[in-house]
């Protein structure tokens, strides 16, 4: 943690645009206006000069710093909880283990800021510039990261499941131990970021950029990732290197058929459905796990459920009626584990239909098996109900 630097050079005017444009009420447009002492919580400081001062361990929730000029300020242990930073020129301030949960950091510069250890837990981070940023160990589950800039940033060991990160730029941030679980980082940039030990499970990476990532791993460790993580069309994550974890994903609808039959890896095989429910939205995964090694399989679909012995297989078809197959080469999966993204505007049955709000739609995945001479299996099935 930085030491508070003397207040002496409080007066040391930073420029900031919103104070250039006089936006701030009465204050001159050459500053900001000075600080209102002592700092209470729902109180508006906007648009104050705090450059170079200390709010270390200062309990002020739900304060209003916005376009306040917090440069290389002191917030460390403070607890700012719901506090508003939108516009704020926060670059080099320290918020070292700070409460800024539900925090509003839109447009806010905090370029080379350290956060190490804070918690950002639900905050708005909408195109803020964290440029050189230290989130090491900050808590930054569900934040808003929207094109927000954290090139150069270290998360290193940062928990940040369920964040949104889509159109932000990582290039070259360090997200080593980081978990990613769940994030959603449509668009993102991540070139030449590092991401040794970095979990990515259920993460979705479409249409981002992973052009030169790196996991070290010949000195750490591979990243991980499971089926229902979803990478650019141009990236695999088997040719990087990356280690594929066979578990299960949080899901929608409701499994049936469980347990399935055992393979040889003496595991049932087992489907889960993820993304949205809603038909207009055309966003389902299917994923499938605990299959047999290098053996190849794909999905099916029906609108009718069932469950009958299939010869020449270990399992049970938990379909019946107009099954259709997700079997062209791109669908094809193949074990331990494989996921795909389905059209729901044009299912495959016979013939093919779009499925609607209000359908009812069931999944098993099949697939090839020695158990212990040739035959196939099937997992267990889960059916949808689509919105």
């Known amino acids: 943690m930085r030491t508070a630097l003397p207040l002496l050079l409080a007066s040391i005017p930073v420029p900031h645009p919103a104070w250039a444009q ?22 508006n400081h906007s648009c104050e000069n705090h450059s170079f001062h200390t709010h270390a361990s200062e309990v002020i929730p739900f304060v209003d710093f916005s376009r306040a000029n917090l440069f290389a300020s002191d917030f460390s ?16 301030a320290d918020f070292f283990n700070a409460e800024l949960s539900g925090s509003d950091w839109i447009g806010a510069d905090c370029t080379d800021a350290s956060f190490l250890l804070a918690d950002i837990c639900s905050a708005n981070l909408t195109g803020a510039n964290l440029t050189g940023a230290g989130l090491g160990g900050a808590e930054i589950q569900f934040a808003d990261l929207r094109d927000a800039v954290l090139v150069d ?8 499941q369920n964040s949104t990160f889509a159109g932000a730029d990582l290039t070259r941030a360090v997200l080593m131990t980081a978990n990613l679980r769940n994030c959603i980082l449509r ?22 950029d992973l052009s030169g990532v790196t996991d070290l791993a010949t000195t750490f460790g591979t990243a991980s990732y499971n089926p229902c993580t979803q990478f650019p069309f141009n990236f695999d994550p088997v040719a990087a290197g990356w280690t594929l974890v066979p578990s299960p994903c949080p899901g929608i609808g409701t499994s049936y058929c469980s347990p399935a039959a055992q393979n040889s890896t003496g595991r049932p095989g087992s489907i889960t459905a993820t993304g949205s429910p809603v038909a207009a939205q055309n966003d389902l995964t299917l ?15 029906s609108q009718t459920e069932g469950q009958n012995g299939v010869p020449g297989s270990s399992g049970f078809i938990c379909l019946a009626g107009n099954i259709g197959r997700f079997s062209t080469p791109p669908q094809i999966i193949q074990g331990p584990a494989g996921s795909i993204q389905i059209d729901l505007a044009s299912m495959p049955v016979n013939p093919p239909q779009a499925a609607l709000p209000g359908e009812t739609w069931n999944f098993q995945c099949w697939y090839r098996d020695s158990n212990p001479g040739p035959t196939s299996n099937f997992t267990d099935a889960v059916s949808v109900t689509l919105l």
């Open 153 to 160: 940033a270290d998360l290193t060991a940062a928990p940040c």
């Open 287 to 301: 994923a499938a796990f605990d299959l047999p090694p290098s053996q190849f399989g794909y999905f099916l679909t």
């Open 187 to 208: 668009g993102a940039t991540l070139a030449d970021a590092q991401m040794s030990f970095t979990d990515v499970s259920d993460a979705d990476f479409s249409d981002a």
């Open 77 to 92: 242990f403070a607890d700012a909880m719901g506090g508003d930073f939108s516009g704020a020129d926060a670059r080099c």
């Open 22 to 43: 006089g936006s701030c009420g009465s204050c001159p447009s050459t500053g900001a206006c000075p600080p209102i002492e002592p700092i209470n919580p729902f109180t």
